[in-house]
């Protein structure tokens, strides 16, 4: 087919660069890079030969059956079909390819250095080896060959046409993005903006009971995404739920930064925020103390901002919920890799003063944690199979991107992947306070995901270590947004308690002796909140409270439409 060089030659050019750009982004979370010298690196020399003894008998079985007889293809869903197996030249290639996959991260297992050498040279194996299997290159893909011979090319035509709308935006698609808008149906829980600056809008939702509890109830979510995830749908929205079970809410919905943003720092975040947010519902509420939820980086915010308010004297908030949330970070899992003196002080030259990082950027950092299951299987589909990937909802927030302001980015990076400086009482001045998590005694309930690969689940666990206060820990299945968004009525995956409530010196004790149990972690964590929320009164009927918070218009508002 004529169109085939082209076609092949575009995706090429398009996923080299694009995957370039990934791995240089990953230097705005601290550049991927060797931490020592080549010269440095050496290996078990008994676990290289064995490598080498068990590489060079299973690559003879695999030559000596040459194509004459089909090997037998690897359990591996990228080459699940029946395509692989039948044909010989297609099952060698995967059989091949496999042998090489496990040969290249055995030799990274091998590797003898300090443990980040040892983890940036299996990141960037794992790359390499998801980048060049056989199932993304239309030459080598029977799946892909056989649509092109059954539609007549028009799946060639139509991936051609998909890569290049994809060029135009900047990303690979991972959702029919035509199908969702903002606040049609996605973020349609009915509410109101009652109050905003430059920074953030705050968003007030209209009751679903005729009572509500006195303390009112604030959601903070990460500022490097959207507010949406927490309100995607009706049947999946964590607000709708919060409102359901009568609480007056309300939730943050920041400001999508732009070249007039770029000077914010993470003190501006949390006064004129964070803080700030909690006195205006406050005020509308007329509540002495509210209740607050943070949501990954809105967690470690709302946190902070309770510690400059305590070192002030103030304690507004009666309960905290922290979900996915990093105070402590001694462990960072797979981000820990990008992090180090000299890549922080680049972001810093870069962008501390000023500028933003860009969302797409970030986005494709996080992609590539997973390249495999958000980068190369859209690959695979949307262009040589010219396919149109199925509407989910939560993957269109996922490609709803964000900027970040420069300075509030670096000081991040600093003083908490880099440093780890939050938990050190009186380290850090934020707001002109010193900082110590010691005097957050406030009760506060902590969830982690099991399988979370940005949070990960021991790093949930050590925030009981950090606060002072009662604490509940509950661990759920799944990663860092899909254990979360999940809403009791579809009665998925599980999660574990301890009924004693002990908090052991760590997560593997308190696991002993925690039961699992079928379901949502939701109707727990609403049994405690309700706990905090104090007696039930009349439901408000109008949003804000009188001249000086009216409503500025519907939710979502329109903050959350601003495109990075």
């Keep these: 087919m004529a169109s085939e060089p082209i076609w092949t030659e575009g995706v090429q050019q398009f996923f080299t660069e694009h ?15 060797p931490a020592a010298d080549a010269a440095q690196v050496q290996f078990d020399v008994e676990k290289l030969q064995a490598l080498q003894q068990s590489y060079i008998a299973q690559a003879s079985q695999l030559w000596s059956g040459g194509l004459s007889q089909a090997p037998q293809v690897p359990k591996d869903r990228r080459f699940a079909s029946e395509n692989w197996a ?13 042998l090489n996959s496990h040969a290249l991260m055995g030799m990274a297992e091998a590797v003898q250095a300090d443990e980040k050498t040892r983890q940036r040279i299996r990141f960037a194996v794992e790359q390499w080896v998801a980048a060049m299997a056989p199932s993304n290159f239309l030459a080598l893909n029977p799946d892909a060959q056989k649509k092109a011979l059954e539609t007549k090319g028009e799946s060639l035509s139509k991936g051609l046409q998909n890569m290049l709308q994809d060029m135009g935006k900047g990303y690979v698609s991972m959702t029919d993005e035509s199908v969702f808008e903002v606040g049609k149906n996605v973020a349609t829980t009915e509410g109101a903006v009652v109050y905003e600056n430059d920074i953030f809008q705050l968003l007030e939702y209209k009751p679903l009971t005729e009572k509500v509890h006195e303390r009112p109830f ?3 979510p990460p500022c490097i995404n959207k507010f949406y995830i927490l309100d995607l749908q009706p049947d999946n929205s964590l607000i709708r739920y919060a409102v359901s079970q009568g609480h007056r ?13 770029a000077h914010l720092t993470w003190d501006d975040y949390i006064e004129r925020a964070v803080i700030e947010a909690i006195g205006v519902v406050q005020e509308i509420a007329g509540a002495a ?22 070192a002030r004297g103030q304690k507004p908030v009666a309960s905290a919920t922290l979900l996915t949330t990093l105070l402590d970070f001694s462990d960072t899992g797979i981000l820990d890799v990008f992090i180090d003196e000299a890549f922080v002080k680049s972001r810093e030259a870069q962008m501390g003063q000023g500028g933003l990082l860009k969302g797409q950027e970030l986005a494709a950092t996080f992609s590539f944690l997973r390249p495999n299951d958000l980068v190369w299987n859209y690959v695979v589909g949307n262009y040589l199979k010219g396919e149109t990937p199925p509407a989910f909802d939560l993957l269109y927030w996922n490609s709803d991107a964000t900027n970040l302001p420069g300075p509030w980015y670096a000081w991040y990076l600093r003083n908490t992947y880099l440093e780890n400086n939050l938990i050190q009482p009186g380290k850090l001045t934020v707001c002109g306070e010193k900082i110590d998590f010691g005097h957050l005694d406030l009760p506060v309930y902590i969830y982690g995901s099991r399988e979370d690969h940005i949070v990960p689940i021991n790093a949930s666990y050590a925030a009981t270590k950090v606060l002072p206060g009662d604490k509940r820990f509950v661990m759920g299945a799944s990663g860092h947004i899909a254990g979360v968004i999940n809403p009791p009525a579809k009665n998925k995956r599980s999660h574990w308690i301890r009924s004693d409530n002990a908090l052991p010196q760590t997560l593997e004790d308190w696991i002993a002796g925690a039961d699992e149990f079928a379901g949502s972690w939701w109707t727990d964590w609403a049994q405690w909140l309700k706990g905090h929320a104090g007696k039930q009164i009349a439901a408000p009927k109008r949003y804000g409270k009188g001249t000086k918070f009216k409503e500025i218009e519907a939710a979502p508002g329109r903050y959350v439409l601003q495109k990075a």
Excluded: E, H
Aim: charged share 5%; proline share 3%.
């Design 19 to 33: 995957w370039s750009k990934a791995l240089q982004t990953f230097g705005q979370l601290g550049t991927v890079a």
């Design 86 to 98: 039948q044909n010989p030249l297609a099952a060698f290639t995967a059989a091949a390819y496999s």
């Design 218 to 220: 604030l959601l903070v």
């Design 249 to 261: 809410t309300f939730v943050i919905s920041w400001r999508n930064p732009d070249a007039s943003c």
């Design 289 to 310: 103390q509210i209740n607050a939820l943070g949501f990954c980086v809105g967690g470690t915010m709302l946190a902070t901002a309770l510690a400059v308010l305590a």
